[in-house]
Every structure is written in structure tokens, then in C-alpha cells.
């Protein structure tokens, strides 16, 4: 239906269509004259609006939140979904396909054995480098150990290997009755003083070489004390104490070839040997050994180059005038135990 133009001095035409047009949004003309009756203009029905309900809290948060169907079905602004995006010349088939599986496989198998060789033969060669460094160690340890023990002279026994030997000896047969002999050589002193500390080195290691080769034919240990005293335990099996006894004093007693400042020269040397016997739960230092002093000190007062055997109730003889301690008393008074 058409409206009046200004022309012809109807209304003021308008953008509304005529279901939302009303008298209010209709202006006169300004060509009109003013006595002109306009007609009035229909007001046309108006549907009733739809009700708006007010939204509940709980859609209030659904609407702020994500999609009812998640981030991953309804993805935000800004944001692509991956099964969406397609890599030109390139489709899922790819990934499903048996040559690819089997590429990838050895692939992965082939980096696996690639890392596992690396690794072995790092370790060949570290190990293989460092070979000669553990042995050395080795070595260097078990001659620490060694020395702890061990006289550096003679290579015998020193009071810590002896008290070592004597626990092991008691461990191993507890409640035993054990030899302990403390020998001191006669006249030692001269030949320092006639030849000199060189040769009277080589008079002690040729000397502990006879007494070690008497401990190993009855089954004892022997050991340097200190100076030119030795001491040792033996068990008591078969063979008799005076047997083990005069062994020890042949040794000893046998002359021995040294080289001297003048020329070769022949030493002999004798001994005053103690001998005690105790059981083997005893204490070496406290009990064995100190009888066994007793004794050789009644030895020596008897005329030395013999042995002497400690019973109950026998105590130190009267000492001779001496100019000083002995070295082994020196020794027990600076708490050495070498």
C-alpha cells in the first residue's frame, strides 16, 4: 500500500515498515498549510511480544563457562581443533599404514641397540682404562696390610700380627692349652758394637729366617717382640715342649757368615729362651707373654744359652745394674704396639 509523498502533502515518509509504524513516527510536511486536515492515521496492531524470563544463576555460569559439550566440541575463539586441521597430500590412512608401522618400528629398535652399544662399549673401555688403576690400588692396599702386621726388617710377625694370630688361634680352639716362648739373643750388643748396625741387621734377618722356619715345622707362629727378642705361640700337639725348645736354641746357635768392614767374618750368637704354658682364652700380653719373660729372665740369670720353664708362684729375679729401660719397656711406656 502506498503512503502520500510531501508533495501532495501527506505524511513524512520513514524507514519503518508499516507493522511498526505508528502515528507518533508520521510528521507533517512543512509544505502543508496549516489549516489542512491531515487524516488520521491507522494504528496498526502490534503482536504481542514474546514473555522474556530472566536467566536462572545456573545458566548465567553455563553461559560464562564453556559449551555444555566441552573445550574439545565447542573450542573458544582463537583456538583450532587438531581433527580439524589437515596436512596437505597427507591423511590418517598414513599412520595406519603397514609400511609406515614397520619404519617406525625399526626405527625405534634400531636407536634402542644403537644407545645400548654406545653404553657397553663406554663401559669396555672405561673399564679397560681404569683396569691397571684398580690393580695398582689393590696392591698398594694389600701391602698397607701388610706392613701393618709385619716387621720391615725381618718380615716376621710384629706385636699386632702376633696378637692377631694368637685371637685367631683361640677362636679356633677355645679352652686349648698354647706354648709362649719369648727368646732374647745373647751378645747381640757386641756384634753392633764389633761390626756395626749393618751387619747386625743381617745377623737378625738371618736368624728370623731359622725361627720362622721352626714355627712352620710345629705349627706355630713367630714373631720380632722388639730388638733382638722374639716371641712365639705354639699349640701343644705331639711334640714335646723341651723338643720345640731346643729347636729354637739349635737355630740360633748355629754360626753365621756376614760380611764385615775387615772381611768376611763368622758371628755366633745363643739364646735365653722362656717357656709358659696357658690356656688359650688367656691374654697374650698380660699373661702368656709375661710369664714367659719370668722365665727367660731366669734363664739368663742361670748362665743363658738355655730354657727355662715358668711354673706357679716363679717371679722376676733380681736385676742386674742397668744404664736405662729396655727397648721394649720403652715401647710399652709410648704405647707402641709395632
Known sequence: MSRPSCAAGGLAPTTRTARHTSARDATPCASAPSGASTAPSRRPHRANP???TPPSPAAETRKDGPPEGGPSSHPGPGTHRLENERVPGFSNSHWRSPVFTTILVAAIIYTAVTILAGACVGFGVGYL?????????RDELADAAWQLAHDPLTGLYNRRGLRTAYAAFAATFPGQPVVAILLDLDGFKEINDDHGHDVGDEVLIEIAERLAHVATTYGGEIARHSGDEFAG??????????QIADALLAGVATSIDVQAATGPAAVALSASI?????????PLED???HRADIAMYHAKRGGRNQHV???????????????????RDLHQQRGVTA
Open 50 to 52: 514474546p514473555s522474556r
Open 129 to 137: 682404562a681404569a683396569r691397571p688403576a684398580v690393580a695398582q690400588l
Open 233 to 242: 705361640i705354639f699349640p701343644v700337639r705331639e711334640h714335646g715342649i723341651r
Open 274 to 282: 722362656g717357656v709358659a704354658v696357658v690356656d688359650s682364652n688367656d
Open 287 to 289: 699373661v702368656a707373654l
Open 309 to 327: 720353664l715358668y711354673t706357679p708362684g716363679m717371679t722376676m729375679p733380681p736385676s742386674e745394674a742397668r744404664r736405662g729401660l729396655r727397648l
